[in-house]
């Protein structure tokens, strides 16, 4: 449905006990008569007559445009993350088995995966910047899978082949190198990617050459197919245990849902643990019926 279609029928709905009102007010004696001896039904209303009592109702009461817009983007999130909740239901051990993005975090010491599209010019990519870095400093089990997504300029893309190049060339600086393009405002060129290198000690000439691998093109390629499929249509995006975020998460709300995630885990692991026992179990149960 569209905004205008949306707008009409929420003002059309709350206009209607202001006509009946009116209708009432018309009339002091039909309003303390018996039902009995109302007055026949009134002259309907014309389509213009209408039109021009619901323009005087929504410029008399603009809340209800604000009322029909918060509701249409409920409806519109509720729908978007019913979809993207199902949709990293299938993708989600696609998503944990990456090797090829950067991360952080050992998978054979870590007990938790989070992963997050992000892109350099989001400002609320940037916001959660701080929220991941200390989420990874305080949490040693916790494993970070980055997902480099540029979508919201052309030299977002050449800043993510720079990123993606220097966790090639050296994975112990991808972070900070992160740190730097989230942090930086304006536009990427290659020079200030370049630059930005030679600060954290990673050589210039490998770095250029590095970028235009073929190599970072397809990662690139596949993880825009991949947030296709899985209807990541912004950043930042994260998922978290069986939980896709749309959005900027605080650091405390990110905690609670690693808390979560951990305890998700947990019962699902107790549930197979005790199918295989109870899998286990049965060859020995149907031995001793034959034995009676």
Known sequence: M??????????????????????????????????????????????????????????????????????????????????????????????????????????????????????????YCKHMLPVMT?????????????????????????????????????????????SLLMKSSGKFDEKTLLDMGKRIGIDPKKLKKEMASTDITKQLDDTRQLADEMGVRGTPALVVGDEMLPGAVSYEDMQKYVAKAREDQKNKKTDLDAIKKDSAAKPEDKKEEDKK
């Open 2 to 123: 569209s905004l205008k279609n949306v707008l009409f029928a929420t003002a059309a709905l709350n206009f209607l006990p202001f006509a009946a009102l009116a209708q009432v007010g018309s009339s002091p004696a039909a309003a303390t008569a018996p039902a009995a001896a109302a007055q026949p039904a009134s002259t309907p209303v014309t389509h213009t007559e209408f039109e021009e009592l619901l323009h005087k109702t929504l410029v008399d009461h603009p809340e209800i445009i604000m009322e029909a817009v918060k509701k249409m983007r409920e409806k519109t999130m509720a729908e978007s993350s019913k979809q993207m909740q199902e949709s990293m239901a299938q993708h989600k051990q696609e998503l944990l088995a990456d090797t090829t993005s950067p991360s952080l975090g050992d998978p054979k010491t870590t007990d938790l995966t989070i992963v997050e599209f992000f892109d350099y010019h989001c400002g």
């Open 134 to 178: 200390q989420l990874t400093e305080n949490d040693k089990k916790l494993r970070v899978i980055f997902r480099e997504f540029p979508i919201l300029a052309e030299d977002s893309v050449l800043a993510s082949r720079a990123a993606i190049a220097v966790y090639n060339i050296d994975k112990t600086k991808y972070f900070e190198y992160h």
